[in-house]
């Protein structure tokens, strides 16, 4: 018993020896340092066309023409159909006809009255023949007005039978052919939906629309802020758009506010073909919408490795002027798997550890040199 108490001893002493001989753990350290953040917010909505216009016969006839190609850009003001205008041609005709009559009764009313009212103040002049002409003259004028009003809505029943395009953008298809009767009761003939710019509605959560206020309130509010969408494939679109309305109702349902920006959307270079350009945004498309700072704020990035996490929090252990490390828990600000940016608990020019953390213990010294690779800290992308 006493021989393997000893020995016990004598290999604790080495071991306690071997420790010594080694010194502290060696690690990597990196240097906090502050790096621009462009502090981003990601949101799920649709696009939205600027204007749509839905097309409606607002007269009644057999439709004769379609002049447009379906799915192609018509310009505003572009002639898009035309219905039978013989029946409204006519009908101009026969109310024309009525005000050339009515004015001619006019016009011999008026020379009634002037002779009657010359005669007046002569023995052959009555006063009850100035009336009546005076009265004449009046109904005609009255007859002339009613009938000059009715030869108005002719006309304008007559333009009716041609549908311009009311605004620029790209038609869809008609939904009544060539031939066919059309009335007001016949519904959409075609829509029309403007192209650029273009609408991008998301909704946003009350308490991040609070968020954003008092974010951006000193930095200038909506302007401050920029729009960017990713479309459906991945790809992050190279227009970018602004905050133009805010509405004023919360979704009770959802507990969200509907946001609208506007982003330009222009044909894509050298994609002319025969239906027109093509562009990168369609109505009603399905996007992601990041709101985007305008100007990058300063904020103190480390590598993200050297982040750890525990029930308390995110911590990283940080070597103090004697040597030693120590943990100290950490607010991130938006972070990348690359990199982390600190909102607080670090100060530029700390030293973080990033190798050799398996190591460490709280309050033990350590040997701190350069980490040999030290990840980028660029500034997150969305």
Do not use: C, W
């Amino acid at each position: 018993m006493r021989r393997q108490l000893v020995l016990i001893l004598f290999t604790l002493a080495l071991q306690a020896g071997a420790a010594a001989a080694q010194g502290p753990p060696a690690v990597g350290v990196v240097t906090a340092q502050e790096k621009p953040l462009t502090e981003t917010n990601q949101f799920i909505g649709r696009i939205q066309a600027e204007k749509r216009v839905n097309l409606v016969a607002r007269v009644t006839g057999f439709l004769e023409n379609r002049y447009f190609t379906e799915g192609t850009e018509v310009k505003e003001g572009q002639l898009l159909y035309r219905i039978e205008q013989g029946p409204y041609q006519a009908d101009v005709q026969a109310k024309q006809a009525a005000v050339d009559q009515l004015q001619a009764e006019l016009t011999n009313a008026k020379l009634t009255l002037e002779r009657a009212k010359a005669l007046l103040n002569t023995p052959a002049g009555q006063q009850s023949t100035y009336d009546a002409a005076l009265a004449s003259e009046q109904s005609y004028a009255a007859q002339v007005l009613g009938a000059e009003a009715q030869l108005k809505q002719a006309q304008i029943n007559l333009s009716y039978t041609e549908i311009h395009a009311p605004i620029a953008g790209k038609i869809g298809s008609t939904n009544i052919n060539v031939g066919n009767l059309v009335q007001l009761s016949s519904g959409t003939l075609a829509t029309i939906v403007s192209q650029d710019p273009m609408y991008v509605i998301f909704p946003v959560p009350v308490r991040t629309i609070f968020q954003l206020r008092q974010r951006y309130a000193q930095k200038g509010g909506a302007r401050a802020v920029l729009i960017k969408i990713q479309l459906p494939t991945g790809q992050i679109y190279d227009q970018t758009g602004h905050v133009d309305f805010v509405n004023n109702t919360v979704n009770q349902e959802t507990e969200t506010i509907l946001v609208r920006g506007t982003i330009p959307n222009p044909p894509l270079p050298h994609t002319s073909v025969e239906h027109g350009p093509i562009r990168e945004l369609f109505d009603a498309q399905f996007v992601t919408v990041f709101l985007e700072a305008a100007e990058p704020v300063m904020r103190v990035a480390i590598p993200r490795a050297a982040v750890l996490s525990d029930q308390q929090g995110n911590y990283v252990y940080v070597v103090n002027a004697q040597n030693k490390a120590e943990i100290r828990y950490v607010q991130l600000a938006q972070s990348t798997p690359e990199t982390a940016f600190i909102k607080s608990g670090l100060g530029e020019g700390e030293r973080v550890i990033l190798e050799g953390l398996q190591r460490v213990r709280p309050g033990q010294e350590v040997a701190p040199a350069p980490a040999s690779a030290q990840p980028s800290t660029a500034a997150p992308v969305p």
